[in-house]
């Protein structure tokens, strides 16, 4: 991890929430985030990952456990003295403000005069390239606009630290997609550390140095976009993570780091042993729908399938099998000028290496 200054900028440390003195919410977290990193910890609903992230903010306190910034124990420390920048997804700007008054408020806060003020939220809005909206109040600016005012307030007193709770759910997808890469880039030129909750794993895709995959309270996987795509180490994340196809099968031979299986129609296959059990054992095959080939026979793994539907995509072709009793089985085949035609119902093959199959938990 050397591209972060230094690493345990955040710490949580066997951090425990509770709500009800019961059931956790968040369970025994561990994690460290560098200085100048951008970490997203993603999850469906209901997996621990904003009250993380309101912990962190000082909005939720810890059933147990500490948290650290910068080597400081922040448990009980309230909010407004933590030094940290907010965005949320519904803005939360101040209605009756202009857009400098509500850039000015935060510094007025931290005594500023008049004069730093200035600068410094003229310098917050040219960021954003909102410096023309000043004098306008939020219910004139569109909601894009009043994302990049409330993304201008979370930076206008320098923090090290700024968190993002799904900090583009109310955009439509072009302006989202627009603002993903406005905040990547905005990140990059300012070196600040950011933690951003979102539950858009194509988002954290985008904008992420490193994901926390959270399920049940518990980190799943943390990893860069890369690695949780391409080498998910557990079930939970193959399937939370792009789209993946899931074979069941039993371990029969285990060879190092490669695993005989067997299908239930009686076929074998060969896959990477990545998160299996012993010979015997039941496990879920997970390969990337962009990974199989058709008609073509690969190594061992070659299996029966038929075309149920097709769908043109623009740059792909999606094509959805019956494979083994499975016809949510899905292939993306490129678009080109070699692409295979096919029709529905045509009864062919799919084969993909072993490299590109993963053994994982049932």
Partial sequence: MSEFHEMGFVEFSKVQKSYDGE??????????????EFLTMLGPSGSGKTTCLMMLAGFET??????????????????HKRGIGMVFQNYALFPHMT????????????????????????????MVQMSEFGHRRPAQLSGGQQQRIALARSLVFE???VLMDEPLGALDKQLREHMQFEIKHLHERLGVTVVYVTHDQSEALTMS???????????????????????PENAFVAQFIGENNRIDAVVSEIHGDKVLVEYNNGGKGEALAVNCGDVGSKTT??????????????????????????????????????????????????????????????????????????????
């Fill in 62 to 79: 810890a059933t147990h456990g500490e948290i650290l910034l910068d080597s400081r124990p922040i448990n009980n420390i309230p909010p």
């Fill in 99 to 126: 857009v400098n008054e509500n850039l000015s408020f935060p510094l007025e806060v931290r005594g500023q005069g008049k004069a730093e003020r200035e600068a410094n939220v003229k310098k917050a809005l040219d």
């Fill in 23 to 36: 059931s956790l919410v968040v369970k025994d977290l561990n994690l460290s985030v560098g200085k100048g």
């Fill in 159 to 161: 923090p090290d630290l």
């Fill in 285 to 362: 095959l997970s390969v990337r729908p962009e990974r199989v080939r058709i008609g073509e026979k690969v190594g061992v793994n070659s299996i029966d399938a038929v075309v149920k539907e097709l769908i043109y995509l623009g740059d792909h072709i999606r094509c959805r099998m019956d494979v083994m009793g499975n016809d949510e089985f899905v292939v993306k085949i490129p678009n080109s000028a070699t692409s295979i035609s096919m029709d529905v119902g045509e009864k062919t093959s799919v084969s993909w290496d072993v490299s590109d199959c993963r053994a994982l938990d049932a």
């Fill in 209 to 231: 140095d490193r994901i926390a995959v959270f399920d049940d309270g518990v980190i799943q996987q943390l990893a860069s976009p890369n690695d949780l795509y391409e080498r």
